[in-house]
């Protein structure tokens, strides 16, 4: 008789087999990526039924790392895998035929371990756990990754929860004592190396704390340390060494904080197209650049410090991303939805901050340069990085991706856990919510898909240790798979909340709005499954 550990890898490797059998095909029919663009509702299907296979094979690696782990963690993670092969297979069953695939995709064996293993009894007993323990986040770590995660849950639980609500709400600014407790915590310096100011704790340590932080406010804290560590990751891979002692140690102390400026008003994906221009310019006997153009969703750009601009140097639009360079742009703080800076020598920079329905708290703005001033020092690479400012704003993009993987974690454990407190406090019908079998099975499914984005984003955070460059395709994989595990995850959460769910007085109608915007940032998904996951896995590099 098989147990449940048989029928984990019996599914498991029938949903590899099946995602190898699609991305092959997928190769064949656009000549290895070249021709994605003409089958791009394939290549979509594929990247994401290639994306639950990775997921899969992230939570067999964790299942064999904690081989005496609590059940809290290991059902979650078997069941997890049996819902990727049944989502993996409705993904391509429409591109089937034009794939030649076999139907069905599943032996007879392989369909009844799936039978098993994704039981609706299993997954009502998970929904009962999850109701039982307050959805407590049952992942085993070491006790120094163990310790991260506490202390920053509890700085997170007293300092940064009783505020949020209040500042999505009211919009208002994120408080410049959360900024100020986290970098006294050496939150900003988590993978800056230590000759630099940094702990290097390791990409691990750097998600568990941005998880943590999400968990109680995405906007107020959750990404306070996302731009830092983009820009960070820019200057390690291709500043100079001037510039890596002049940046590094006041971004690892939170001495300045960042605003990542890179989408403008007619550019969004298409980030070789940008068109805002930085042109040579010399001010009061000093070389640099004049930067002129418009910019959008800056987030943090009014209370930043500095804003790491990408901007074309060289004005041929033929030269594509070849073109753009990246610069370091300073500017005086401010604090409202609106502000104004000017130089003595003329320069301008406006910005206005867009209303959105979520994500509050660090305003995200629209801005407009002209002839703002910027030394030769501040562009990233100084001579050498001219032309290289798409390079190293992609590098700083994976360690993004990741941070946004552990970002969605975050708002998925706080969307579990409030659920999980409200079914068992709701009653209806003369009982508890959570005693109803839809309620178990709805709890239960929310922990599976949480237990399946944590295992991609925390393997993709240890590849990122060993080689970055490698690693930022697994990354990208994490990014789309956990963003649409918060969105699901808070979604069921506020349909459990009924009525209630859709009231600002619970927090869960915040973790929906919020959840929505991961999808969007750093690679909408529709692109990043195409051109990022998409075309690294036709081209074998994923």
């Known amino acids: 008789m098989s147990t449940p550990a048989d029928d984990v890898r019996t599914v498991a490797a029938a949903l590899e087999r099946l995602a190898a059998q699609a991305l092959a095909a997928a190769t064949t ?24 296979a990775r997921v899969a094979r992230s939570l067999l690696t964790a299942l064999a790392a904690h081989p005496r782990a609590d059940a809290a963690f290991v059902a979650p993670a078997q069941v997890a895998i049996a819902e990727l092969a049944r989502s993996a297979r409705e993904r391509l069953d429409p591109i089937a035929g034009e794939l030649g695939l076999p139907d069905p995709a599943y032996t007879a064996d392989e369909r009844a371990a799936l039978a098993r293993l994704g039981r609706e009894d299993a997954v009502r007993a998970i929904g009962q756990a999850v109701a039982a323990s307050k959805g407590k986040n049952p992942w085993p770590l070491d006790a120094t990754l163990a310790e991260v995660r506490a ?40 993978s800056v190396p230590e000759a630099f100011g940094g702990h290097e704790l390791g990409n691990l340590a750097m998600i568990l704390t941005t998880e943590e932080l999400s968990r109680a406010s995405l906007a107020s804290a959750g990404s306070l340390i996302t731009r830092p560590e983009i820009l960070a990751k820019a200057l390690l891979a291709g500043g100079t060494d001037a510039q890596k002692r002049a940046w590094l140690p006041r971004i690892a102390a939170g001495e300045i904080m960042v605003a990542i400026s890179v989408t403008e008003p007619n550019v969004g994906s298409d980030v070789a197209a940008v068109a805002c221009r930085a042109t040579p310019a010399t001010v009061d006997g000093v070389a640099g650049y004049a930067i002129t153009g418009a910019k959008a969703w800056c987030t943090f750009a009014g209370r930043a410090d500095v804003i790491a601009v990408l901007a074309r140097t060289d004005p041929d639009p033929a030269k594509g991303a070849k073109g753009l360079s990246l ?15 000017r130089q003595p020598g003329g320069g301008q920079l406006t910005g206005k901050a867009d209303r959105t329905p979520g994500y509050r708290g660090m305003h995200s703005f629209t801005l407009a340069f002209d002839d703002w001033f910027v030394p030769a020092a501040n562009l990233v690479g100084e001579r050498d990085g001219l032309g290289r400012g798409f390079y190293l704003q992609m590098a700083g993009f994976a360690a ?25 406090a709701r009653g209806q019908f003369g009982k508890p919510i959570i005693d109803y079998p839809l309620t ?10 949480l237990a399946a984005a944590r295992a991609i984003t ?13 690693a930022a395709p697994l990354a990208a994989q994490a990014k789309l798979f956990a963003c649409d595990a918060a969105v699901e995850i808070t979604q069921l959460g506020q349909v459990l909340h009924g009525g209630w769910g859709y009231a600002e007085e619970y927090a869960i109608s915040r973790y929906v709005v919020d959840a929505l915007v991961l999808p969007i940032f750093e690679g909408v998904r529709p692109i990043l499954a195409l051109k990022v996951v998409g075309r690294a896995l036709l081209a074998g590099k994923a």
């Open 440 to 449: 178990q099975y709805q709890l239960g499914r929310m922990a599976c898909r």
């Open 327 to 341: 610069f370091i742009v300073e500017k005086p703080r401010f604090d409202g939805h609106e502000f104004s800076a």
């Open 400 to 424: 993004g991706r990741l941070q946004t993987g552990g970002r969605a974690c975050g708002v998925a454990q706080a969307a579990l856990e409030k659920t999980a407190e409200y079914v068992v």
């Open 458 to 470: 925390y393997e993709a955070a240890l590849a990122m240790d060993a080689d970055e460059r490698a």
């Open 29 to 52: 029919l656009t000549a290895g990526g070249e021709r994605i663009d003409e089958h791009q509702v394939v290549v979509e299907k594929v990247a994401s039924a290639a994306t639950d």
């Open 151 to 190: 202390s920053v849950r509890q700085f997170a639980d007293r300092e940064v929860a009783p505020q949020a609500e209040h500042i999505h709400r009211t919009d208002e600014l994120v408080p410049d004592r959360f900024i100020a407790a986290m970098a006294e915590l050496g939150y900003f310096g988590l």
